[in-house]
């Protein structure tokens, strides 16, 4: 086991602050870090704990947790175990292809104390290749208080710097990308997409019904407590919940995510959103079709479950 992997082991069981996990987990903030501790289950299962705050201004609202709350924990629980368990190096650069995530809509109730859940992971797939990038298909089971929560599969890669360099090209550095991003536009009103705060708002009126221009903040906290060289995938994740709860016209929580990211999403170009309604007759809620163009091509698709309350 490597020095690095050995750091890791020394901290399962520490508290979010803690040096370090931040970087595994790539998150900057120590406040935004959910992971507490992981470890083996057997020999291809591992369990990762995360712990949700009680109050949070964008993941908590009308009593609940936001479903993108567990993506986002699964997002760094995937981040740490990438270095630990598949020896991927902390410098590779992690993009993910699809998702498909459902959620308990129940158990993401917010008493106004932390929320401890617990991930179950399993990678039936991790493939390497020749310049030393890795693909990978997780699987995840989540636990609130031993309720079911939500499950997720995930396909994603990790490159290494230089061959992303490559693949970005002109795009490969954060902090010029976003020096260069385009302004936010004006915002959507707020309550139309479940929002208390004009800032939490990622859709800008395009003209057509139903279609949006995505409104990228790069001083958003939440979103980009670090620079990035692209848009990054939670940001996409959640311009398509606001344009289905936008499309259907009434308070709606996205409980099931088929998503597809097909293209990095430039931060210095505009970025079109689109929603349309799919078959009706689902018993979980209204389905919903959302897609995101950027210079004529398509960039991101989705589609998604939208409960109503």
Not at 70 to 79: D, K, M, N, P, T
Not at 137 to 149: K, N
């Amino acid at each position: 086991m490597s020095p690095e992997n050995d750091a890791c082991r020394e901290r399962a069981g520490s508290s979010p602050s803690a040096p370090g996990i931040g970087a595994l987990v790539r998150k900057s903030v120590p406040e935004a870090v959910l992971v507490t501790e992981w470890d083996e289950i057997d020999g291809k299962d591992q369990r990762v704990t995360v712990r949700w705050p009680s109050e949070h201004s964008f993941h908590v609202q009308e009593g609940h947790y936001s479903p993108l709350l567990f993506v986002e924990s699964l997002r760094q629980a995937l981040a740490l175990l990438s270095h630990d368990v598949h020896r991927i190096p902390l410098g590779h650069r992690l993009g993910w292809e699809q998702l498909r995530a459902t959620v308990n809509r129940e158990a993401l109730r917010a008493d106004g104390s932390p929320a401890r859940v617990v991930l179950r992971i399993t990678h039936p797939s991790v493939g390497r290749r020749r310049l030393g990038s890795v693909r990978l298909t997780s699987r995840i089971e989540a636990q609130r208080a031993g309720v079911p929560l939500g499950t997720a599969e995930l396909d994603y890669t990790a490159h290494p710097p230089a061959l992303y360099d490559r693949l970005r090209g002109s795009h490969r550095d954060a902090a010029e990308a976003v020096a260069r991003a385009l302004p936010p536009g004006p915002p959507v009103p707020a309550a139309r997409v479940g929002r208390d705060q004009a800032r939490d708002v990622l859709l800008s009126p395009a003209g057509p019904p139903d279609t949006w221009r995505l409104r990228v903040d790069t001083g958003h906290r939440v979103f980009f407590d670090h620079p990035h060289d692209h848009v990054p995938g939670m940001v996409l994740l959640e311009a398509a919940a606001q344009a289905a709860r936008s499309l259907v016209g009434q308070p709606v929580t996205p409980v099931a995510f088929d998503t597809r990211f097909l293209r990095y999403v430039e931060l210095d170009r505009p970025c079109l959103l689109t929603a349309e309604p799919g078959p009706s007759g689902d018993p979980r809620g209204h389905q919903v079709h959302v897609t995101a163009a950027q210079d004529g091509r398509p960039v991101f698709s989705s589609v998604l479950i939208a409960a109503r309350h």
